[in-house]
């Protein structure tokens, strides 16, 4: 299969979040997904970059897409989160998955960070697999902490 591996420009933000929605729709999740087209492209193409997406193209069609951001860890210094990475339904296991994630980790080593963090949910048997095969340590004993924009608002109306 020929695929290219490439740093997404603002004109594939229509393609990035269908396939934001197709993994919310998978993760049972579809009505959560917010983040608009403009919203995409203002902020991983504005003046300020909030993240670096990478796209894999299959026949001029997106098909997977790699979206990071840069962060920082008290112990280690710069880090890189992994926010998602999804392949499309129909590519899964061809091995977009790898070529997506390789280009990550490569970027990840030429910003020199000292660690790349991501999730995944305790259910999903055949990511968490990918992951561990490509040396990945699962942190088990770790638990993701969130507050929604509802409770933002919460938590400020009560300070």
């Known amino acids: 299969m020929n695929y290219t591996i490439r ?3 603002k004109e ?3 393609h990035v979040l269908r396939l934001i929605k197709e993994l919310a729709s ?3 999740e579809a009505n959560e997904v917010e983040v608009t087209i403009e919203e995409l492209q203002t902020d991983g ?3 300020s970059p909030a993240f670096t997406c990478f796209v894999a193209e299959v026949n001029h069609k997106i098909e ?3 979206l990071v951001f840069k962060k920082y860890s008290t ?3 710069r880090a890189l989160h992994l926010e998602d990475l999804i392949v499309s339904e129909a590519m899964r296991g061809s091995g977009l998955g790898t070529a997506l994630l390789d280009e990550v980790i490569r970027y990840a080593h030429d910003l020199g960070v000292k660690r790349v963090t991501w999730e995944v949910l305790d259910w999903n048997e ?3 697999a990918f992951y561990e095969k490509k040396g990945a340590e699962i942190k088990r004993d ?3 902490v969130h507050l929604n924009k509802e409770r933002i608002k919460a938590y400020i109306s009560k300070l």
């Open 12 to 14: 594939d933000m229509p």
């Open 126 to 128: 055949p990511a968490i």
């Open 26 to 28: 998978f993760e049972n």
């Open 142 to 144: 770790w638990m993701v």
């Open 64 to 66: 997977g897409i790699a």
């Open 7 to 9: 740093k997404a420009v």
């Open 75 to 77: 112990w280690k210094g």
């Open 45 to 47: 193409f504005g003046a």
